[in-house]
């Protein structure tokens, strides 16, 4: 044993505890640095390739609306440039008239630097940087214009050599000129390529872009840098690769600054294989992917410094733990009662311990407040009471549930959950839930069960509310279809009706002429209203049959199956027990139509033969079965969205929950199904 200096003490079990949990406190910092650094520096590689996936979707955006604004300029340019090809002006020709009207177009269109005409053998007839008499010359760009010539088509050429005229490299645009299905002239436009230029520029590249634009050929037509050193010339190697193994896509090169750029090119439609490319800075974009991978290194190796830490300090922990575990799960205990204790009251419930063999119920001022009776306050707070009295201020209705319930709950263990009423002196009756269990100790007596109450009035009053609300809503919609169905019937029906009566005065009138097509006609038209007849009178049943009102719910239910066996061609039975008198209009609105509903379900799901309904009426509830022979399927199984045949019990439910009724399903795959329903009813109606 280790000798103490002086002055020194065994420390307290407090001591330990606090020595440990500091300890403690520490290897769990380790152990949670250890994951948050890897996590952060795998974090922030995948933000790092993230980021570079928006900056690549951001080029990707970029050269996508630059080309389509190309594309869409010079195809403007094009359809100008036909409508003057159309010109009245080029019909005698009328040049000096042609010359005037090209000029005030090439003053409407900042692109064009000139308007020229040429004839078939490119022989210039009109420029308009030089006045008509003046000679002219050969056209430049001879390829072009010999495309044109050959397939009498509009061309947008590439940029073309130094004109002998403009003095510049520029970009034609050409349409023939035909007349009398004979090329008369070639009709060219020449584009100033700095507005092309410009296109790139105002398209909101990213500061370092390098933009381009590229003909068919590879010459360049446009650049963001460099622009009068680069126009007309070759673009590099990598670039015309790129253009020639796909339409769109990424390549790696190097622009003329020596700068290596990822690029992201697209061709532009209907323009004769220009393209647009933007290169994105390598560095730029690879350097958070870069930092990121070195702060994961750097994380790992911290990790890895962390982790032997955190093995010396656990294991020395250990050593020195047991000590202090007393100390530590006596103050645990303590302050897990004082938790129990706010959580009970913060939650407003009552705790009871309800003695069925004394007859004794002890429990909080909370449970004796909810549960109405009053006895004094023992010690701790706790107040005792007589299990007849607790069991007085039980509704009469629900008294003989309560203590069916106590005895099932002793009698097999299961936990308790029943709710009831209370009736308090100068209250009406207010809802309780009770739950609880019976304990597990052996040390403890027979007949004894721990519980807690809660206040679910609140709770149940919505319920009412609630169901009041669709009982309304249920009205009304009965209501409405009973309106919908008088009106199909006394006024749509009267008319189609009227319709046929005219009709068959019509063939009357028309006798022995009405053979022929008049007469087919005639005779159409009667099927076509007859069946308008029949479509309205089955609409206005299935909106509210007339029979439910006059005959009742038996008359209605068996002719609700003959039609529908009529329609279908599925057998069915129709069966009615025990005494056969009038019930409450909701009860038989209700039933009526969770039959009807069940049948819509058996038609869309349960390719049954066969389907068989029988109601029994009794002195306090009505029971309807309905029975198919179909394919059934999986009750208990979750519900799915591919799972149609549950859709339509979720309605049969709502019905049944405002008629305080329930729904029992028997079903399984390949042995049909079974609905039983159970209403219970008011006093009959005579």
Not at 9 to 26: F, W
Not at 78 to 105: C, H, N
Not at 150 to 155: F, K
């Amino acid at each position: 044993m280790t000798a103490r200096r002086p002055g020194e003490h065994d420390p307290t079990p407090a001591e330990r505890l606090n020595r440990g949990s500091g300890r403690t406190l520490v290897a769990l910092a380790f152990a949670a640095a250890i994951p948050v650094l890897l996590l952060s520096g795998w974090v922030a590689t995948l933000m790092a390739q993230q980021q570079r996936d928006l900056t690549r979707d951001a080029a990707v955006a970029s050269a996508t609306r630059v080309a389509e604004r190309v594309a869409s300029d010079i195809a403007s340019q094009i359809a100008v440039l036909q409508a003057e090809a159309a010109s009245a002006t080029l019909d005698k020709p009328d040049l000096a008239a042609f010359y005037a009207e090209a000029d005030r177009l090439r003053q409407a269109h900042p692109l064009w630097a000139t308007v020229e005409l040429a004839d078939p053998d490119g022989a210039q007839v009109v420029n308009l940087l030089r006045s008509l008499d003046e000679e002219l010359g050969p056209t430049a760009d001879r390829k072009s214009f010999d495309a044109v010539v050959r397939t009498q088509r509009p061309v947008i050429g590439g940029i073309g050599p130094v004109g002998p005229i403009s003095g510049k490299r520029l970009v034609a645009l050409r349409v023939p000129v035909i007349r009398e299905g004979k090329l008369r002239y070639v009709l060219s436009v020449r584009l100033a390529t700095n507005a092309v230029s410009s296109i790139l520029r105002d398209a909101g590249a990213p500061e370092g872009w390098v933009g381009t634009i590229v003909d068919a050929d590879g010459n360049t037509i446009a650049r963001t840098r460099a622009e009068s050193e680069e126009l007309g010339h070759r673009a590099n190697a990598a670039l015309q690769a790129a253009i020639r193994r796909a339409p769109e896509g990424f390549y790696t090169g190097s622009t003329l600054e020596g700068s290596n750029v990822e690029v992201v090119y697209r061709t532009l439609k209907n323009t004769g294989g220009w393209s647009v490319h933007f290169g994105m800075p390598a560095a730029t974009l690879n350097a958070p992917v870069l930092r990121s991978y070195a702060v994961l290194a750097g994380g790992s190796i911290v990790s890895i410094g962390l982790g032997l830490a955190l093995v010396w300090l656990v294991g020395r922990d250990i050593a020195q733990r047991r000590a202090g575990e007393q100390a530590r799960f006596a103050l645990a205990l303590r302050s897990s009662e004082e938790q129990g204790a706010v959580a009970v009251e913060a939650a407003e419930l009552g705790t009871l311990r309800w003695d069925t063999v004394g007859e004794r119920v002890t429990g909080s001022a909370r449970a004796a407040q909810l549960l109405g009776w009053k006895a004094a306050i023992l010690e701790g707070g706790e107040s005792e009471a007589d299990a007849r009295e607790v069991l007085s201020t039980v509704h009469d209705e629900d008294r003989e549930r309560l203590s069916e319930a106590l005895r099932q709950s002793l009698a097999d263990g299961r936990p308790l959950d029943i709710e009831f009423r209370v009736v308090t002196p100068g209250s009406g009756p207010r809802w309780i839930r009770m739950t609880g269990r019976v304990p597990q100790l052996q040390e403890t007596h027979a007949g004894l069960i721990y519980g807690v109450v809660v206040d679910i009035e609140p709770r149940k009053a919505a319920e009412a509310e609630r169901a009041e609300l669709l009982r309304r809503l249920s009205e009304a919609q009965e209501n409405e279809q009973r309106r919908i169905a008088r009106e199909l019937h006394d006024q749509v029906g009267q008319t189609v009706t009227g319709l046929s009566l005219g009709l068959k005065s019509l063939e009357r009138l028309l006798g022995n002429g009405a053979q022929g097509d008049v007469g087919r006609h005639v005779q159409w038209l009667q099927s076509l209203a007859g069946e308008i007849g029949r479509d309205i009178h089955r609409a206005a049943v299935d909106l509210r049959p007339t029979a439910l009102d006059d005959v009742g719910l038996r008359e209605a239910l068996a002719t609700l199956l003959r039609q529908w066996t009529l329609r279908h061609d599925i057998r069915s039975d129709f069966q009615v027990l025990g005494e056969s008198v009038r019930l409450p209009a909701a009860v038989e609105t209700a039933i009526y139509r969770i039959v009807q509903e069940a049948l819509t379900n058996v038609l869309k799901h349960a390719r049954a033969s066969t389907v068989s309904v029988s109601m029994e009426q009794r002195a306090e509830e009505v029971r309807v079965i309905i029975e198919d022979d179909g394919v059934g399927f999986d009750g208990e199984a979750d519900p799915r969205p591919s799972a149609k045949p549950r859709l339509g019990l979720s309605g049969i439910r709502e019905r049944l929950s405002l008629l305080r009724g329930s729904l029992t399903l028997e079903t399984s795959p390949g042995s049909g199904t079974t609905l039983y329903v159970r209403i219970p009813h008011p006093q009959q109606i005579a």
